[in-house]
RNA sequence: GCGGGCGUGAUGGAAUGGUAGACAUAUCAGACUUAAAAUCUGAAGGGCCCUGUGCCCGUGUGGGUUCGAGUCCCACCGCCCGCACCA
């Protein structure tokens, strides 16, 4: 708890508000286009409104008030906008759990969330404020999905989908846990569904090829983002049926394993297994057996390979006698490739299973020079880049690297005019629909006669109606008594409105754009764009790193194609930046049964022979940085934090510990020191504050070369998103100016400098150090200090003197002493000397201002 | 299975190929105090002995490149993350 003394001479809860004030007041934050300034667009990913804040809000938000603050102090006109993605599940749960209103629920949680918010000082521009939920935002995504769909951008399809068959509705992957929906814990059915889907897989080379350009962007978000796309090459050819009937295409990125082929498998979805289905009861059986389950993760690892022989008989394409039976497989996909392929159980894992279950024959076509053993249990996977040899001498080809072996089999095919290579992507189109109440309705209407028309655009928007109940499961839309009706905009008769909604993905996927002209009457408007975009630095967690940063990156370019962006908008977010959890230690002890117990910080005392309940003295487990949650009771709660210590030590912890792409351990010890180091910059103010302005002392150019070290220092380090080692330095300069014996004028200087370096981080202390030293104005105008490259170079440097290689002794010398003089003194320093023995130098390396190695 | 990242004191972490451990926490000692808290000052990687302006070891393990490696290269061990019946 901080100290009361303390706190009379520095209250952040008097100063914080009032400076907050003193901005809005001056309307600092509210940005308005300047031709005459770079613009500088900094972005945090918004946030779902769900009431609280929590600490990585605080994390991320702060991060990004740092970049925004230090980008409008180096003279940028800053754009930092803020909002909510507020449509949601959550909201209907809410509906549902306590009966209010998911719109009621919703407005109080933003309310509430943005009273939580104004306190921490953040440089927003709330005049932007958007909510993806208010008509004034999703009309104009209404309006963007006509466009998309007039520029066939969105269609419409069959789909399989996860279906709960007691909610009566689609679920998300991520919705499903171990096969049961996970709010009515019903199994859940692979159902087909008539969705909604944009045509993002058109877009799969583009956006693979520019994730090359996205220079500012982390390695490892530009890799999820290359395998997410997923892009293959390999063989598409056709397996003639013995019976006649059309041949089953098939797609291998192997095909120089075809000689090993042992059967033809087809997706449980596959035409072939649809028309089979109908025809005969044990394939109806068995097909229904693989639709259950669902498509999640657990389903499929769990899942045991099942196969149906169809009867069906094909010929190999290289061998017109050799036949192949066609199995149905449940572990085949009817959305990748063609939902049918080859089995190749020599050289593929999943095959070899199936086969040995089903006892189907296995082929050895391959064998490594180093790995010749016969296939049994495991199969052989041929490298691609390795050499490789066939056992069955193919078509006249022999030894090659197994890519080699893929290329050469593709040519084979194409020249013999049975097979052809292609390139697929695993990015499937994105689904948008869903059952839901609490989303952008879907702006279309079904009508008898015309069929399906979109709504017209001045009809715009497709309002959610407000009379709705959610005491029944399913969508309310579906049973509203009148919301369907309305005339369909074609022919003017009688239509029915489309009940699904979109997903909220999309909400998310355009807002940053919204940002630049968030009153306009139309979705953008193109002069705001094209001057705030593209958002220069993007920040957010990298639990978004596929679907939402994917997303955002397609519809930037399906908005242009539509018009409402300007082509250089194609990638919309220039940097990204992913920061770490804020994580807290868990205590627990055991029951009874052995099942940990979930003990709250304030009820632990930490000793040093270990941690134990206070209350009971009971020994307390520690699991260091873990991710908060209420189950785990170590979640810590910013409001609190900001009461007890102020915003300025939340947000100068939350930087200050680990490297902001690291999770960084919230810890009470911490919180403390970091008010405590504000505590005494704020005496250390008042101290210097009060001295004699004539004052004398020694050291001033000491202090003044430490101050432009650590200008220059700090403002690397806020350019780098090195906060951490940023705050170090700035920990560093204070110790210096408290031990500090310079005059008034210089420590003057200094204190101000600090301050003002401190202003990004702690902009309410950096307010009050700045009025109480006569600074003019407010510091969050001034312009950023700039390091005097004069006073960075000293007079002398200390150079080490290394010998072999290993730090033996050091010398002090002019900085631009002669590199022969140096050499002289160095072999005359007494350790190199005795080192030496009498003895010449093999060899005296001199770096100039670094270091001296003296070999022997 | 595929792909990627990371291993540094008791702890979080710092180090453009150039004095390893900055800065902070925890710890210990001292000052102030009747006392405690707060505050201030200082110590501190490990080891050795001949106790010094001394020596040896030290960034997961083993090798390599280099005058010089926490940093670059190779192999291994451990941990973390992403994707995944994707043909």
């Known amino acids: 708890r901080p100290e009361e003394q303390t706190m009379a001479r520095f209250d952040p809860r008097v100063t914080e508000p009032k400076w907050q004030k003193a901005w809005d007041d001056a309307g600092v934050f509210q940005a308005t286009r300047d031709a005459d300034k770079p613009k500088y667009y900094v972005l945090e990913m918004f946030p779902y409104p769900s009431g609280r804040i929590h600490m990585g809000h605080v994390r991320n938000y702060t991060m990004g008030d740092v970049i925004a603050r230090y980008k409008s102090s180096t003279g940028h006109n800053v ?64 309006a963007m999905f006509i466009d998309m769909l007039d520029a066939g951008l969105i269609y419409r399809k069959n789909a399989v989908v996860n279906w709960d068959p007691v909610d009566m509705t689609v679920l998300a992957n991520e919705q499903v846990e171990a096969g049961r929906g996970w709010r009515s814990g019903a199994l859940v059915e692979r159902r087909e569904l008539t969705q909604w889907f944009f045509n993002i897989s058109a877009y799969s080379e583009e956006l693979l090829e520019a994730l090359e350009g996205l220079d500012n962007w982390p390695a490892k978000v530009r890799l999820m983002q290359e395998n997410w796309i997923g892009k293959s090459r390999g063989l598409e050819f056709g397996f003639d049926r013995v019976d006649g009937g059309d041949p089953i295409s098939v797609y291998t990125t192997r095909p120089d394993t075809l000689m090993g082929a042992s059967f033809v498998g087809i997706s449980p979805d596959h035409p072939i297994a649809r028309a089979l289905e109908a025809e005969n009861p044990e394939a109806a059986e068995f097909v229904a057996e693989c639709r259950k389950g669902g498509t999640t993760e657990e389903a499929i690892e769990t899942a045991e390979k099942l196969g149906f022989d169809t009867g069906i008989r094909v010929r190999h394409p290289l061998n017109p006698d050799w036949e192949l039976p066609v199995w149905i497989a449940n572990f085949i996909l009817m959305d990748y490739g063609t939902g049918a392929i080859f089995a190749c159980p020599a050289h593929d894992q999943r095959d070899l299973d199936f086969c040995r279950k089903y006892d189907l024959p296995v082929i050895d076509t391959f064998f490594a020079q180093d790995n010749p053993a016969p296939v049994t249990d495991t199969a052989f996977v041929p490298p691609k880049t390795d050499k490789v040899h066939w056992v069955d001498h193919f078509a006249g080809l022999d030894v090659a690297t197994g890519q080699e072996a893929i290329d050469a089999t593709i040519e084979y095919a194409e020249s013999h005019g049975w097979g052809q290579g292609v390139t697929k992507y695993r990015l499937r189109d994105w689904g948008l629909s869903r059952q839901r109440y609490w989303g952008c309705p879907i702006p279309v209407l079904h009508c008898d006669t015309c069929g399906v028309v979109p709504e017209a655009k001045e009809n715009l928007p497709v309002k959610l109606p407000e009379d709705v109940s959610f005491d029944i499961p399913g969508n309310p839309l579906d049973r509203h008594p009148t919301w369907r009706d309305a005339p369909c905009p074609k022919c003017g008769g009688a239509a029915k409105r489309e009940t699904d909604t979109m997903d909220t993905f999309v909400d998310s996927s355009w807002y940053f754009a919204r940002f630049t002209a968030p009153r306009e009457d139309t979705p953008t408007n193109l002069a705001d764009a094209e001057y705030w975009m593209n958002v220069d630095q993007y920040i957010g967690g990298v639990e978004h790193a596929i679907l939402h940063l994917l997303y955002s990156r397609f519809f930037a370019r399906a908005m242009h194609k539509t018009g409402h962006l300007p082509a250089k908008c194609a990638e919309p977010f220039d940097a990204l930046f992913t920061q770490g959890m804020v994580t807290h230690a868990i205590y627990t ?14 009820d632990v005392e930490i000793h040093e022979s270990g941690a134990r309940l206070g209350a009971t003295g009971e020994a307390v487990e520690i699991i260091p940085s873990a991710k908060m949650s209420k189950s785990k009771n170590n979640v810590v709660d910013p409001l609190n934090i900001i009461e007890a210590y102020g915003a300025d030590t939340a947000r100068w912890f939350v930087l200050s510990d680990s490297p902001p792409e690291r999770d960084v351990e919230w810890t009470a010890s911490g919180a403390d020191a970091a008010y405590k180091h504000l505590g005494r910059v704020w005496t250390l103010c008042d101290r210097i504050a009060a ?92 312009p950023w200090p700039v ?67 003296v070999v022997i």
């Open 787 to 853: 390091a005097d490259a004069a006073m960075l170079i000293e007079d002398t440097v200390t150079l080490p003197i290394q010998i072999n290689g290993k730090r033996r002794s050091e010398i002090t010398v002019p900085k631009d002493m002669a590199k022969e003089e140096v050499e002289k003194l160095a072999l005359a320093d007494k350790a190199v000397v005795k080192a030496l023995d009498g003895g010449a130098p093999k060899k005296l390396i001199v770096v100039p201002g670094r270091i001296i190695n």
């Open 589 to 602: 002890t055991r029951d009874e049964n052995d099942r940990p117990v979930y003990h709250f910080p304030e």
């Open 691 to 782: 001295m004699d302005p004539a004052q004398t002392g020694e050291g001033d150019d000491d202090l003044m070369r430490e101050m432009h070290k650590t200008i220059r220092d700090v403002t690397m380090g806020v350019e780098s998103f090195g906060f951490n080692a940023a705050i170090a330095k700035l920990y560093a300069f204070t110790n210096t100016l408290a031990k500090s014996k310079a005059g008034a004028g210089a420590q003057k200087t200094a204190i101000r400098t600090l301050a003002q370096l401190m202003s990004p981080m702690t902009p309410h202390l950096a307010e009050e150090i700045w009025s109480h030293q006569g600074g003019d104005g407010l510091i969050a105008l001034a």
């Open 79 to 142: 754009l930092h906008p803020m909002g909510w993605d507020a449509f949601g599940l959550a909201a209907e749960n809410a509906a549902m759990a306590k009966g209010i209103h998911p719109a009621t629920w919703t407005y109080q949680n933003i309310a509430d969330m943005k009273a939580q918010m104004k306190p921490l000082g953040f440089s927003l521009d709330w005049s932007r404020e958007i909510a993806t939920c208010h008509p004034d935002y999703y009309r104009h995504q209404q």
